[in-house]
C-alpha cells in the first residue's frame, strides 16, 4: 500500500511537469526529495530487533577434565547452547562421572539441567540432583550442586540429603562443601538419623 502510494505520488509530480523544462523547478526537487527520505526511513523502521538467542548449538556433548595426564572428570550431555556472554547451557540431562587416580569411577551424578558460567568459570547443574558415591554406598540428593574446576571442590547453599544405603543413616543439611570426587564432605547446617551401638 505504501509503495503504491509513492509511485503514485512521483506519477502525479512527473506528469504535471511542462513537456518542455529540461530542469526541475525547486518544488517538484523538495518533493523528490521529501519522498526519498521516507522512502529511507521506511526501510529503517523494517529492522528487527537484535538476536539474543544462542550462537552455537552442539549436540552430544562430552567435556573432559584432566589432571597430569589422567582422566578426573566425565561430562555427558545431549546438547549444549553457547551465547553471546560466553555462558553454555545444557538444556538436558547431565551426567557427570568422577574417576580415581587408577581410572575407576568413584562418583556419579545427575541432573536435569545446567551451565556453564565464563566469568565464575564455575558449572551449575540443576533439577534433581542425584549423586551416588559407589565405595561408600551413599546417594546425596538436592536441587542445585555447583562445581569449580580451578579449585576443584563442589559446594551448594541448598537444602540436601544423604542417605548410606548400608547403614540407613540420613544426614540432611542447608549447604555443602565437598572435593570434587566427594572423598570429603564438610555440611554447613547439619541435623541426622544416625545409628549408635554401644558397649
Given amino acids: 500500500m505504501v509503495r ?14 511542462p513537456k518542455g523544462d ?21 526501510k529503517k523502521n523494517k529492522l528487527g530487533a537484535l538476536y539474543t538467542g544462542p550462537l552455537e548449538i552442539v549436540n552430544q556433548v562430552e567435556v573432559k577434565y584432566s589432571e597430569q595426564g589422567k582422566l578426573k572428570v566425565l561430562m555427558k550431555t545431549p546438547k549444549s547452547l553457547r551465547y553471546q556472554n560466553e555462558t ?15 581410572g575407576t569411577v568413584v562418583t556419579r551424578l ?8 565464563q566469568n565464575l568459570d564455575v558449572y551449575i547443574v540443576k533439577g534433581n540432583v542425584r549423586v551416588v558415591k559407589s565405595v561408600t554406598d551413599e546417594v546425596l540428593t ?34 555443602m562443601d ?14 541426622g538419623i544416625y545409628k549408635f551401638t554401644g558397649p
Fill in 4 to 17: 503504491k502510494t509513492k509511485n503514485r505520488l512521483i506519477e502525479l509530480v512527473l506528469g504535471t511537469m
Fill in 178 to 191: 565437598a572435593e570434587q570426587d566427594f572423598t570429603r564432605i564438610k555440611f554447613r547446617k547439619a541435623t
Fill in 22 to 42: 529540461k530542469f526541475l523547478s525547486p518544488f517538484y526537487l523538495i518533493v523528490l526529495l521529501g519522498l526519498l527520505f521516507w522512502a529511507c526511513e521506511g
Fill in 142 to 175: 538436592t536441587t542445585e550442586l555447583s562445581w569449580s574446576p580451578r579449585t576443584r571442590k563442589v559446594f551448594t547453599e541448598k537444602p540436601l540429603s544423604v542417605i548410606n544405603k548400608r547403614t540407613s543413616e540420613v544426614t540432611n543439611a542447608i549447604g
Fill in 88 to 102: 553454555k547451557v545444557f538444556p538436558d540431562t547431565i551426567n557427570i562421572s568422577f574417576f580415581d587416580s587408577l
Fill in 110 to 117: 545427575r541432573s536435569d539441567s545446567g551451565r556453564y558460567d
